[in-house]
């Protein structure tokens, strides 16, 4: 089975465990002749749904066969030794998973298409019972004080039950996976195997004949007693506008002004800007395309006595109409000056707010990691206190022109706090609900460094 194929029989089989069909799902990926490990993995725990443990047993062996790493794999044939009474072997299953995280407290699977988090203190909670099982009672304690250095706060109570029902010598319930939660394909991969027509049909735009509706290179002939009909202007010349154009290499969008285009396609120039972007239509949609990925084309009209007028490009028909000759009135083109050039388009009279989400995601940048200007000193500056009816009366012909800077490392920025938060480690950051923030630096995405009330620390 090809690639293509898996992935799709492989979504085919986690939308029906999404609609609660699991007996169909099992099915579906059962049917899969050479299953990765996260496929064997959803088989396993539709198996374990099912109660079938040693199909359970068998599927989830398969995965870790494919994958030695995948501690949730080992968790969950834990769990299914544990349910098999197989105590021992559990144990040795939970050990695998705890040393496949590798000292972290957790592994988010959410990137690999798993929309579940394992955590380091759940798999010594389930070793600890294990070991009770087993009358290791000392050994099940040794574990749940280990778990405590790994607890998260929303963790901390289930560890506690445990340590509580441990010093009675009591069992405590096991930490089950939500069987129920699958291992989903790349969504990026299953949208391309929708099937994509590029060229269209073609389709007649101006003839003599009213009743023509040919779509093929030799147009109906209109049928005449009295002599030929005299030509005359078919209406294509009149609603054509733009100049055509022949794309020479593919682009590939990274803004929604852009549009894709592939070598050979035709496109219509409605607007060439001074900074190397043309604005233009094809199959019916606008955006921004690079200028110089396109190639000038020469139009001619087969217009002959007796046959029907058709409009012809490259001996193509396939043309659409009416097309805009203009930017439309409702935006704006912004062209961006940063280490490269690029442009955007935006809606008239738009926030700074709506503007500096645009380009910090042009730039590939946050938003706080960058300032804009309205010339290349950076002595007009924009901000978020800046008048942006002065700014947009800067625009002629639709157009304006920015300056986009990043930031020094170490320059400051202030904020205003949205809601209040109460940290839970001592070098994160408390603060109240319309404290200022000064940033002083960006750690990742969602984390960042900076001071409130004069005291320096971490916050998210």
């Keep these: 089975m090809s690639f293509v194929d898996t992935l799709r029989q492989w979504d085919d089989g986690v939308t029906c465990a999404d609609k609660q069909d699991f007996s169909e799902a099992l099915r579906i990926l059962l049917a899969i002749p050479e299953p990765n490990s996260k496929i064997c993995f959803n088989i396993g725990c539709l198996h374990l749904l099912n109660q079938n443990l040693d199909d359970a047993e068998k599927a989830f062996d398969c995965?870790?066969?494919?994958?030695?790493?995948?501690?949730?794999?080992?968790?969950?044939?834990?769990?299914?030794?544990?349910?098999?009474?197989?105590?021992?072997?559990?144990?040795?299953?939970?050990?695998?998973?705890?040393?496949?995280?590798?000292?972290?407290n957790l592994i988010d699977y959410k990137?690999?298409?798993?929309?579940?988090?394992?955590?380091?203190?759940?798999v010594l909670h389930n070793m600890a019972l294990a070991e009770a099982q087993l009358g290791n009672w000392e050994k099940a304690e040794q574990n749940l004080r280990k778990a405590l250095d790994y607890k998260t706060e929303a963790k901390l109570s289930v560890i506690e039950k445990a340590q509580q029902a441990v010093l009675k010598e009591k069992l405590f319930k096991l930490v089950e996976f939500p069987s129920k939660m699958m291992f989903k394909p790349n969504k990026h991969y299953v949208a391309e195997l929708e099937k994509k027509d590029y060229l269209?049909?073609?389709?007649?735009?101006?003839?003599?004949?009213?009743?023509?509706?040919?779509?093929?290179?030799?147009?109906?002939?209109?049928?005449?007693?009295?002599?030929?009909?005299?030509?005359?202007?078919?209406?294509?010349?009149?609603?054509?506008?733009?100049?055509?154009?022949?794309?020479?290499?593919?682009?590939?969008?990274?803004?929604?002004?852009?549009?894709?285009?592939?070598?050979?396609?035709?496109?219509?120039?409605?607007?060439?800007?001074?900074?190397?972007?043309?604005?233009?239509?094809?199959?019916?949609?606008?955006?921004?395309?690079?200028?110089?990925?396109?190639?000038?084309?020469?139009?001619?009209?087969?217009?002959?006595?007796?046959?029907?007028?058709?409009?012809?490009?490259?001996?193509?028909?396939?043309?659409?109409?009416?097309f805009k000759s203009k930017v439309p009135d409702?935006?704006?083109?912004?062209?961006?000056?940063?280490?490269?050039?690029?442009?955007?388009?935006?809606?008239?009279?738009?926030?700074?707010?709506?503007?500096?989400?645009?380009?910090?995601?042009?730039?590939?940048?946050?938003?706080?990691?960058?300032?804009?200007?309205?010339?290349?000193?950076?002595?007009?500056?924009?901000?978020?206190?800046?008048?942006?009816?002065?700014?947009?009366?800067?625009?002629?012909?639709?157009?304006?022109?920015?300056?986009?800077?990043?930031?020094?490392?170490g320059e400051e920025t202030h904020k205003v706090a949205l809601h209040s938060y109460q940290s839970a480690n001592p070098e994160d950051l408390n603060f109240k609900e319309g404290d200022e923030i000064i940033v002083?630096?960006?750690?990742?995405?969602?984390w960042l460094e900076g001071r409130c009330n004069g005291i320096p620390v971490n916050g998210q």
């Excluded at 549009?259 to 094809?282: E, R, S, T």
């Excluded at 000193?377 to 002065?390: C, F, L, Y």
């Excluded at 002083?440 to 969602?446: C, E, F, T, V, W």
Aim: glycine fraction near 6%; hydrophobic fraction near 40%; include cysteine.
């Design 111 to 122: 990137a690999l298409g798993l929309r579940y988090i394992l955590y380091a203190c759940e």
């Design 63 to 104: 995965s870790i066969g494919k994958d030695e790493h995948l501690a949730v794999a080992f968790f969950q044939r834990g769990i299914t030794f544990y349910k098999k009474m197989r105590y021992e072997e559990s144990i040795g299953d939970f050990q695998r998973a705890f040393k496949t995280l590798r000292g972290n």
């Design 330 to 409: 409702s935006l704006y083109i912004v062209k961006v000056h940063f280490t490269f050039t690029f442009a955007v388009s935006i809606p008239r009279e738009t926030s700074y707010e709506v503007l500096i989400r645009k380009i910090s995601k042009k730039v590939k940048l946050p938003s706080d990691n960058i300032s804009l200007s309205l010339d290349s000193s950076g002595q007009r500056a924009i901000d978020a206190n800046t008048d942006m009816e002065m700014v947009w009366s800067q625009v002629r012909a639709g157009r304006i022109t920015l300056w986009c800077n990043e930031k020094k490392e």
């Design 440 to 446: 002083l630096a960006r750690i990742n995405q969602d």
């Design 200 to 322: 269209g049909k073609a389709k007649v735009v101006a003839s003599v004949n009213p009743q023509d509706d040919f779509s093929g290179f030799a147009p109906l002939q209109p049928q005449v007693e009295d002599g030929p009909l005299s030509p005359r202007e078919p209406e294509v010349l009149r609603a054509l506008e733009g100049e055509p154009h022949t794309v020479l290499f593919e682009f590939v969008p990274e803004t929604c002004d852009e549009l894709a285009v592939k070598p050979g396609n035709m496109v219509f120039v409605l607007q060439k800007g001074a900074d190397n972007w043309a604005y233009v239509i094809f199959n019916g949609r606008t955006g921004l395309v690079p200028y110089n990925y396109l190639e000038r084309q020469e139009i001619s009209l087969a217009l002959k006595q007796k046959k029907s007028v058709v409009f012809i490009i490259n001996a193509s028909l396939i043309i659409r109409f009416p």
